[in-house]
T-cell receptor, first 112, second 114 residues
Framework: QKEVEQNSGPLSVPEGAIASLNCTYS??????FFWYRQYSGKSPELIMS????GDKEDGRFTAQLNKASQYVSLLIRDSQPSDSATYLC????????????FGTGTSLTVIP | ETGVTQSPTHLIKTRGQQVTLRCSSQ?????VSWYQQALGQGPQFIFQ???????GRGNFPPRFSGLQFPNYSSELNVNALELDDSALYLC?????????????FGQGTRLTVV
């Protein structure tokens, strides 16, 4: 079993719609979770971090965490063509930060 | 821009050679982690340096080694290069040894082993 699993997609949504990206993790003691966006040929860019159960909103992005279900999600409202990218879910692997397990990423295409 | 810089951006090496990749962390950050990202995969954690000491290691052989300098910049060294080492190498800097800390990536070094 992989430590972090994501649907690889591709996921296509029309412009203006809500894109929903999901991630599950296997290590029950994980405490910190992150979403990164990666454009083709570029490095990952941090979008959201979430540490507590519930929702965290930042502009058009909402991260949701459910530790009991070992589930993290990212919602993108009013999707724009510029949101087209691969979205990586990262779960911290130990007591120190910046030691991530990453999923393989979900490819999102927003259709104008 | 994250303030994390890596050099070089691209590199071509021959199997069996050695390579050194460099990373300058964001101002104020004292922790650097290195990741390997193969095509179509998520980044894989190689190791982390905190206050000039290795602070965690992923499932990579000893021919992957590193250093962190007093200014918190870091090097990744790979000996005896293999074809499978071809990948995007990413460094990420962050503050402190705390779990709940955000990490920011440099632009990466694309290594091709032929």
């Amino acid at each position: 079993q992989k430590e972090v699993e994501q649907n690889s997609g591709p996921l296509s949504v029309p412009e203006g719609a809500i894109a929903s990206l999901n991630c599950t993790y296997s290590d029950r003691v994980s405490q910190s979770f992150f979403w990164y966006r990666q454009y083709s040929g570029k490095s990952p860019e941090l979008i959201m971090s979430i540490y507590s159960n519930g929702d965290k909103e930042d502009g058009r992005f909402t991260a949701q965490l459910n530790k009991a279900s070992q589930y993290v999600s990212l919602l993108i409202r009013d999707s724009q063509p510029s949101d087209s990218a691969t979205y990586l879910c990262a779960v911290n692997r130990g007591p120190a930060g910046n030691q991530f397990y990453f999923g393989t990423g979900t490819s999102l295409t927003v259709i104008p | 821009e994250t303030g994390v810089t890596q050099s070089p951006t691209h590199l071509i090496k021959t199997r069996g050679q050695q390579v050194t990749l460099r990373c300058s962390s964001q101002s104020g950050h004292n922790t650097v982690s290195w990741y390997q990202q193969a095509l179509g995969q998520g980044p894989q954690f190689i190791f982390q340096y905190y206050r000039e000491e290795e602070n965690g290691r992923g499932n990579f052989p000893p021919r992957f080694s590193g250093l962190q300098f007093p200014n918190y910049s870091s090097e990744l060294n790979v000996n005896a290069l293999e074809l499978d080492d071809s990948a995007l190498y990413l460094c990420a800097s962050s503050l402190g040894g705390q779990m709940n800390t955000e990490a920011f990536f440099g632009q990466g070094t694309r290594l091709t082993v032929v």
